[in-house]
């Protein structure tokens, strides 16, 4: 059964980083897009950065770089790594794929997480 699913969520200090992590089962990640979404509370769900299959990486929005993408394709895993946090991070964390090489604008995923709960507070 594919399944993704998103973790590294938790309560964080402002000016602190994480590591969510994307574990994909019932399909290979060599093959997908991948990409992270979030959606503030009171807002639209948007996209963050994607990783195509051959590693390059596509920028939704302009974070000022406190963003990174990376795959573990061996762990069939990947990583959004975020610094610098604010409370304007806070959020649903959702990671998605789409069966297509590269990063495409807009996106057009094919699967979805059920997302993970970010809250940057002091």
């Known amino acids: 059964q594919l399944e993704l699913v998103e973790s590294g969520g938790g309560l964080v200090q402002p000016g602190g980083s994480l590591r969510l992590s994307c574990v994909a089962s019932g399909l290979t990640l060599d093959y997908y897009s991948v990409a992270w979404f979030r959606q503030a509370p009171g807002k639209e769900r948007e996209g963050i950065i994607c990783i195509g299959t051959k590693d390059k990486t596509l920028h939704y929005v302009d974070l000022k770089g406190r963003f990174t993408i990376a795959r573990d394709n061996a762990k069939n895993t990947v990583y959004l790594q975020i610094d610098s946090l604010t409370p304007e991070d806070t959020g649903v964390y959702y990671c998605?794929?789409?069966?297509?090489?590269?990063?495409?604008?807009?996106?057009?995923?094919?699967?979805w997480g059920k997302g993970a709960l970010v809250t940057v507070s002091s």
């Open positions: 998605a794929v789409e069966r297509w090489w590269t990063c495409r604008t807009p996106p057009n995923m094919d699967y």
